[in-house]
């Protein structure tokens, strides 16, 4: 474990280069060097993978925070234990070229293996509870290390009982992955209609991972240091889920999707729709709607996160105030106003 810094910029590690000072900040490489650096810590811990879905406040984190950078993985026939710190795309590469399927929707997601879980994440038509079957959790009110079933992760759309909770901690992540090296079923028309398929059919891994890594480029959705329209947290709003008597009144053209306790909108459109186009400005151009995706906003290069909340609150409200409905944002806000 890496001696204890103190006021790291926060904006140094994450993809919206936003964020102040930590009190302190300490690298954990390794499973027993994160026990320790949680268990040690004497106040706030903010666990840090790879930043991706993480705002953090201009005054920073008055805390402690743990980079959590353990790696690696451990095959044993078609099921990978992987350790929380390891970057998510890297092992998705490397399982794909390993002649495993069902990941390969998910390719070009940046962040860690261990935040992948909390908010279930997904893309294009896959979600990792679709794959996930087992977590190693650290619980903070017990102080044990304890295996969690997908069933007791709770997941739902881009959310788990990990989210906005204190006391669990992922050390490490089992799959179940398909041996056969083909994807799952295609469930994604865009996706779909990029392949040349039929919704259902299964196509060759490595075929899709290259599929789903262009559409995400073309939408600024994989990391780049020189295209500002990538120094985002990625889709900034969770696409809502309403109640059936919201839909009949919104326009027949507005997509809509059946979902679990509703009707799933697309925040994209609706903010398109609101008066929001790509490349909206916020405060002083130095904050801006991504030129490639209505649902990302992104750091143009000085910004600060009260710009981009700024941002996102017009947004947030020019949406309800059209349609009536709210938005909630999809990354983790910290020490911000919303």
């Known amino acids: 474990m890496t001696?204890?810094?103190?006021?790291?910029?926060?904006?140094?590690?994450?993809?919206?280069?936003l964020g102040g000072p930590a009190r302190a900040f300490v690298v954990a490489e390794s499973t027993a060097d994160l026990l320790s650096a949680v268990r040690g810590a004497e106040d706030r811990v903010l666990?840090?993978?790879?930043?991706?879905?993480?705002?953090?406040?201009?005054?920073?984190?008055?805390?402690?925070?743990?980079?959590?950078?353990?790696?690696?993985?451990?095959?044993?026939?078609?099921?990978?234990?992987?350790?929380?710190?390891?970057n998510w795309d890297e092992f998705v590469a490397a399982m794909v070229d390993a002649g495993f399927g069902g990941l390969e929707c998910l390719s070009g997601i940046p962040g860690s293996v261990g935040a992948t879980p909390i908010q279930n994440v997904g893309a294009y038509g896959c979600e990792v509870a679709d794959l996930l079957t087992s977590i190693e959790c650290f619980d903070r009110r017990t102080g044990e290390v304890h295996t969690a079933?997908?069933?007791?992760?709770?997941?739902?759309?881009?959310?788990?009982?990990?989210?906005?909770?204190?006391?669990?901690?992922?050390?490490?992540?089992?799959?179940a992955l398909r041996e056969d090296g083909l994807s799952a079923p295609i469930r994604y028309a865009e996706l779909a209609r990029k392949l040349g398929v039929e919704p259902g059919a299964r196509v060759p891994a490595a075929r899709?991972?290259?599929?789903?890594?262009?559409?995400?480029?073309?939408?600024?959705m994989v990391l780049d240091p020189l295209d500002h329209d990538t120094w985002s947290a990625g889709s900034f709003f969770t696409n809502p889920i309403v109640v059936p008597e919201t839909v009949e009144g919104m326009p027949a053209d507005a997509p809509r999707y059946?979902?679990?306790?509703?009707?799933?909108?697309?925040?994209?459109?609706l903010i398109e729709h609101a008066g929001f186009a790509k490349g909206y400005p916020g405060p002083g151009g130095r904050v801006s709607l991504s030129h490639k995706h209505t649902l990302a906003l992104t750091n143009r290069g000085s910004a600060t996160t009260a710009d981009l909340l700024t941002l996102a609150r017009e947004v947030r409200d020019g949406v309800y105030a059209r349609f009536g409905v709210t938005l909630v944002p999809e990354p983790l806000l910290i020490n911000c106003v919303w």
């Open 3 to 17: 001696p204890v810094e103190t006021r790291t910029v926060l904006a140094e590690h994450t993809t919206l280069r």
């Open 47 to 86: 666990l840090l993978g790879g930043g991706s879905n993480l705002v953090v406040g201009d005054s920073g984190f008055s805390g402690t925070v743990v980079k959590i950078a353990t790696h690696g993985w451990r095959i044993d026939g078609g099921q990978v234990d992987v350790a929380a710190g390891q």
């Open 149 to 175: 079933t997908a069933k007791e992760l709770g997941f739902a759309y881009r959310t788990s009982v990990l989210k906005g909770a204190d006391w669990g901690i992922v050390l490490s992540v089992r799959f």
């Open 208 to 220: 899709v991972r290259e599929a789903v890594l262009e559409l995400r480029r073309g939408k600024g």
């Open 258 to 269: 059946p979902a679990d306790g509703g009707v799933k909108l697309s925040a994209a459109w």
